[in-house]
């Protein structure tokens, strides 16, 4: 599928040094080169997960059923708090694991809590060590005591500013990186101005998107009026710091101004719908937002608030959820979802020249989806089968930078997935312990 959204049938992929080089019938492959058979098969490009919260896979269904407010103070904070190296390696391995395992080639992990330093280079080890294309969102908190910020988890904005450029020079932002670096303030109730403008100069400098959680719940909007007498939205486009390359988080109460705003600064806007219904934050304003002309990407959200990071999961709420809304089955498509995880969430990322769709030139980032199965058979649309009746289950291989990372429930890199698994549950397990919610 190119970026267009053209299809074809039976033709023979040829990849090479990471990139596709040829989509066409009967290719040769060159001496040497791994041929996979994979008639019967329907290859997708890898999905982009948008927004994700690596650390959270260790927190799985810990903070279910409760009111954001008391899951953030009885779950995710105190779990932040106690986060070391060992967690971090493990939470963002596990992640990686599923989301290979459902179709997904890129993710980008906000990390917004930093209670000791290093626990960026452990995460970063973990994308590396599964083989998964990541954006690493390096997040900081800033301010935040008078909403129950423990202090744990206050950082000093010139040191975590370093710390940020410290990993923007490690990890440039190459043509095909495998890893790329942004500049994360975790959201406006936790940021100062002075660390929103020095995130957006830093970013800048260093060619990165800035990204934040955006009104996500009525308690940021109410914040914000108290804080600043106007929106999040419009303080933010005053302060300088709204570009095309802002990834703003959520949105789901953004005023049809705030997104008006948006849209004339280019921002992109992360859709993470089954976290905006697990956590009741509310119904994303898409026609609004699509209306406008935002380029949206769709994520998962951490698993604290989304227990699966399965994105074909993703895609079918992400379609569901505006129908509802607007009590119309037209108001998103099949081919709207998956556009929205792939060549839409490409070009809200500022990556669509390299991800997103099938096309010679564009990184060998691939999912072939097993659709003979008794969920999506008879998949008369391929499609309309991937979004709406298949799920992880039908993802027989997982490429990325022409590297297999799955493989038919297994993984080339981890040949004992299941002691991977193990230790990751351990070390949930001690971290849960570690900050009493076990
Ligand atoms: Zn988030």
């Known amino acids: 599928m190119d ?42 490009p890898g999905l982009i997960n948008t927004h994700t919260h690596l650390f959270q896979t260790l927190l799985k269904g810990l903070g279910d059923d409760r009111v954001l407010i008391d899951w953030l103070r009885t779950c995710t904070l105190p779990a932040a708090l106690q986060l070391t190296e060992e967690h971090c390696y493990w939470g963002a391995v596990l992640g990686c694991l599923e989301a290979a ?3 997904t080639t890129t993710v980008v992990d906000f990390m917004y809590v930093h209670p000791r330093p ?11 060590d599964v083989g998964l294309r990541a954006v690493f969102g390096r997040g900081m908190v800033d301010q935040g005591k008078d909403i129950g910020v ?13 710390d940020m450029e410290r990993l ?51 308690f940021e909007v109410e914040y914000a009026h108290r804080r600043f007498g106007r929106s999040e939205t419009a303080h933010l486009a005053d302060l300088g710091v709204l570009s095309p390359n802002f990834q703003a988080v959520h949105c789901v109460h953004c005023s049809p101004q705030d997104v008006s705003i948006l849209a004339q600064h280019g921002v992109r806007v992360a859709y993470n719908p089954v976290s905006n219904m697990y956590l009741a934050s509310g119904i994303p304003p898409l026609a609004g ?13 951490g698993a604290a608030s989304n227990n699966t990071q399965d994105m074909i999961q993703a895609m079918k709420f992400g379609a569901l959820l505006p129908k509802v809304a607007a009590e119309d089955a037209t108001a998103m498509t099949a081919p709207q979802a998956l556009a929205m995880a792939t060549i839409e969430a490409a070009r809200s990322l500022g990556l669509e020249e390299e991800l997103g769709s099938l096309e010679a030139g564009k990184r060998a980032d691939i999912f072939l989806a097993d659709l003979l199965t008794p969920n999506a058979t008879p998949a008369f649309d391929a499609v309309s089968a991937l979004v709406y009746a298949a799920d992880a289950r039908n993802v027989a291989l997982t490429v990325v930078d022409g590297a297999v990372v799955y493989e038919h429930g297994r993984y080339p890199r981890w040949p004992d997935a299941q002691a991977a698994l193990r230790a990751a549950d351990a070390s949930a397990r001690d971290l849960a312990r570690r900050a009493g919610l076990t």
């Open 3 to 44: 970026a267009t959204g053209r299809r074809l049938a039976g033709v023979d992929i040829l990849c090479q040094d990471g990139v596709i080089r040829q989509i066409g019938d009967s290719l040769s492959p060159p001496p040497g080169a791994e041929v996979h058979d994979c008639r019967g098969l329907v290859a997708f």
């Open 101 to 103: 395992a459902c179709g």
């Open 118 to 128: 290093h626990l960026s280079d452990a995460i970063l080890r973990g994308y590396a």
């Open 150 to 162: 423990p202090d744990g988890l206050i950082e000093d904005l010139d040191g975590a500013l370093s």
């Open 168 to 218: 923007l020079r490690l990890h440039p932002n190459a043509p095909g990186a495998m890893t790329r670096i942004w500049v994360s303030p975790c959201i406006v109730t936790m940021a100062t101005d002075a660390a929103l403008l020095g995130c957006r100069e830093l970013a800048d400098r260093h060619g990165a998107f800035v990204s934040l959680h955006l009104s996500e719940t009525r």
């Open 289 to 301: 937002w699509r209306k406008a002309g935002l380029r949206i990407g769709l994520g998962s959200d």
